[in-house]
């Protein structure tokens, strides 16, 4: 089976501008969550989504923001970019369901590069 | 709110030695905690879980970690490095209240020389 899937691999911006990551989960997973890590850091929650509704939001501002379709891949987009929004961009599915936790399973990211 | 704190963002080691990468967590319910590992220019693989079973944990390629409850701890082990092991390791916490988010630690480099 395919695993977690990302597009695209790299990306250039210019600061201002606004940008678009996809993600499309592991066969059979519902749930589809979005990290930033930053050069040398360990990976940040942003959002979390299940069954297209937003679980979870993580300290991020309203520059970004996330949706889930009916086939359980997302996107990701961010608003009027700036510098420190360079990063990797990940996306984790799971098989998630409330009051269960299951493993993350990682695509291999988005490095987004904002100059 | 939960927290991972891992010790040392390096650690040596010879090829054949022992490999020890620290973690302590902080959770006000009880954790679920993993340890995932990244080589470079590619995502996160998880390496192995704790879910409130045994607090003995074994994983892929030969490592294991050990949840302590007492010492709020889950370092993870490996009794002889390969080169192979060279990568970016970290720990993440997950509250087991659903919707299972985690929160990941700054990351442990391990270096393994010949």
């Known amino acids: 089976d395919a695993g977690v899937t990302q597009s695209p691999t790299h990306l250039i911006k210019t600061r201002g501008q606004h940008v678009t990551l996809r993600c499309s989960p592991i066969?059979?997973?519902?749930?589809v969550s979005w990290y930033q890590q930053v050069l040398g850091q360990g990976p940040q929650f942003i959002f979390q989504y299940y069954e297209k509704e937003e679980r979870g939001r993580g300290n991020f501002p309203d520059r970004f923001s996330a949706r889930q379709f009916p086939n359980y891949s997302s996107e990701l987009n961010v608003n009027a970019l700036l510098l420190g929004d360079s990063a990797l961009y990940l996306c984790?599915?799971?098989?998630?369901?409330?009051?269960?936790?299951?493993?993350?399973?990682f695509g291999p990211g988005t490095r987004l590069t904002v100059t | 709110a939960q927290s991972v704190t891992q010790l040392g963002s390096h650690v040596s080691v010879s090829e054949g030695a022992l490999v020890l990468l620290r973690c302590n967590y902080s959770?006000?319910?009880?954790?679920?905690l993993f340890w995932y590992v990244q080589y470079p220019n590619q995502g996160l693989q998880l390496l192995l879980k704790?879910?409130?079973?045994?607090?003995l944990v074994k994983g892929i390629n030969g490592f294991e970690a050990e949840f302590k409850k007492s010492e709020t701890s889950f370092h993870l082990t490996k009794p002889s490095a390969h080169m192979s092991d060279a990568a970016e390791y970290f720990c993440a916490v997950s509250e087991n209240s659903g919707y299972s988010t985690l929160t990941f630690g700054k990351g442990t480099m391990l270096l393994v020389s010949p």
């Open positions: 959770s006000s319910v009880p954790p679920y």
């Open positions: 984790a599915s799971s098989l998630n369901a409330a009051g269960v936790t299951y493993e993350q399973y």
């Open positions: 704790y879910t409130s079973a045994a607090t």
């Open positions: 066969s059979g997973h519902k749930s």
